[in-house]
């Protein structure tokens, strides 16, 4: 699955980074499956995932676990 980094949104609370939104899109080879959206992070997620291969990575692996999960 190919990853784009759309953007990454930083919102703030009382001058302090409150939380990051990674928005992303992504497709297969044959862009027969596309996903887009954005995930949320904290400050300490992103300070410790910022680089844009990381940020793959963690949009991978978040997007993952979602489509994972069972709906109850």
Do not use: C, H, W
């Amino acid at each position: 699955m190919n990853i784009t980094i759309i953007n990454v949104s930083m919102n703030y609370k009382d001058g302090v980074v409150d939380n990051v939104r990674v928005n992303f899109r992504g497709n297969d080879d044959e862009r027969t499956i596309t996903v887009n959206g954005y995930i949320p992070l904290t400050p300490q997620e992103f300070n410790d995932n910022s680089t844009i291969d990381a940020l793959r990575n963690i949009v991978r692996q978040k997007v993952s676990d979602r489509i994972l999960e069972v709906p109850a």
